[in-house]
């Protein structure tokens, strides 16, 4: 089992930035991509940021060249780096892991960009 907790999550005013981490625990040897997903309300789940264990690093097109997904493997933590947030950034925002095919999930941490 590989347990997830996110973290960073907030009220930032829009071009504010924001840092979320995930932590991983458990068995997360073996971990081959770690990525960052989003719900707003009334919307389907949809993919922000990923990494694999190699470094390649995947963004949804709203994102690209505002957030960041880093990988810190000695600890076991994912960042996503969040700049210039937008309202439309607005989400409860989840990590994911995927180990040889098989998913885990945090809970989220909400993110609310308002003036």
């Known amino acids: 089992q590989v347990q997830l907790v996110e973290s960073g999550g907030g009220l930032v005013q829009p071009g504010g930035s924001l840092r979320l981490s995930c932590a991983a625990s458990?068995?997360?040897?073996?971990?081959?991509?770690m990525g960052w997903y989003r719900q707003a309300p009334g919307k389907e789940r949809e993919l922000v940021a990923s990494?694999?264990?190699?470094?390649?690093?995947n963004y949804a097109d709203s994102v690209k060249g505002r957030f960041t997904i880093s990988w810190d493997n000695a600890m076991m933590t994912v960042y996503l780096q969040m700049n210039s947030l937008k309202p439309e950034d607005t989400a409860v925002y989840y990590c994911k892991a995927n180990k040889w095919g098989v998913l885990y999930w945090g809970k989220g941490t909400l993110v609310t960009v308002s003036s």
């Open positions: 990494v694999t264990s190699g470094g390649t690093t």
């Open positions: 458990g068995s997360i040897s073996s971990i081959n991509i």
